[in-house]
T-cell receptor
Framework: DTGVSQDPRHKITKRGQNVTFRCDPI?????LYWYRQTLGQGPEFLTY????????KSRLLSDRFSAERPKGSFSTLEIQRTEQGDSAMYLC?????????????FGPGTRLTVL | DQQVKQNSPSLSVQEGRISILNCDYT??????FLWYKKYPAEGPTFLIS?????DKNEDGRFTVFLNKSAKHLSLHIVPSQPGDSAVYFC?????????????FGQGTILTVHP
């Protein structure tokens, strides 16, 4: 399968715990995005990388959130001291603007539940 | 501040008829618009897009119309098929074709009945 993969698919944690999600983009894609989706809403942009550089961060990304893409390939999103309001679907997408149109391909998401 | 709005949470149509999904936006800087389809337990899948320099783009059964003066776009699906049943998201960007981050609407659940 050469699509975007995310791990884990589901995560249940207790409030105050730290969690880390991983995203593996399509191999030739140099852009990688993180979005968050809550029930009844569309995805909300969190941050994106071009290669290993983090180019933009949403104000939704509080100090408890950090994202990395150390070698310009896979990316991790860490949430420290989780809160119940962090419960959501976390979506990763990748793209390759060299194709002209920057079509973003989404992974299946990681569903986080904070108890 | 909801910059992209899909005011119809759901739409139900008969197989073979036309489905029209609507989207409104408020940010006049948006210059590229996309529609995504999402099935349960999957990520959104790109469907069709349109640049602000156009007012219509067609791809098979799918056509997107853009009315910049009204800040409104719509997705037409003709003829509708049961496999089209999914959540449809409208999205917008201010980065042109190399658009970067997307701003999504809330989604519309489309149900196509056989």
């Amino acid at each position: 399968d050469t699509g975007v993969s995310q791990d884990p698919r589901h995560k249940i944690t207790k409030r105050g715990q730290n969690v880390t999600f991983r995203c593996d983009p399509i191999s030739e894609h140099n852009r990688l995005y993180w979005y968050r989706q809550t029930l009844g809403q569309g995805p909300e942009f969190l941050t994106y990388f071009q290669n290993e550089a983090q180019l933009e961060k949403s104000r939704l990304l509080s100090d408890r959130f950090s994202a990395e893409r150390p070698k310009g390939s896979f990316s991790t999103l860490e949430i420290q001291r989780t809160e119940q309001g962090d419960s959501a679907m976390y979506l990763c997408a990748s793209s390759s603007p060299v194709r002209g149109v920057d079509e973003q391909f989404f992974g299946p998401g990681t569903r986080l539940t904070v108890l | 501040d909801q910059q992209v709005k899909q005011n119809s949470p759901s739409l139900s149509v008969q197989e073979g008829r036309i489905s029209i999904l609507n989207c409104d936006y408020t940010n006049s800087m948006f210059d590229y618009f996309l529609w995504y389809k999402k099935y349960p337990a999957e990520g959104p899948t790109f469907l069709i897009s349109i640049s602000s320099i156009k007012d219509k783009n067609e791809d098979g059964r799918f056509t997107v119309f853009l009315n910049k003066s009204a800040k409104h776009l719509s997705l037409h699906i003709v003829p509708s098929q049961p496999g089209d049943s999914a959540v449809y998201f409208c999205a917008a960007s201010d980065g042109g074709t190399s658009y970067g981050k997307l701003t999504f609407g809330q989604g519309t659940i489309l149900t196509v009945h056989p």
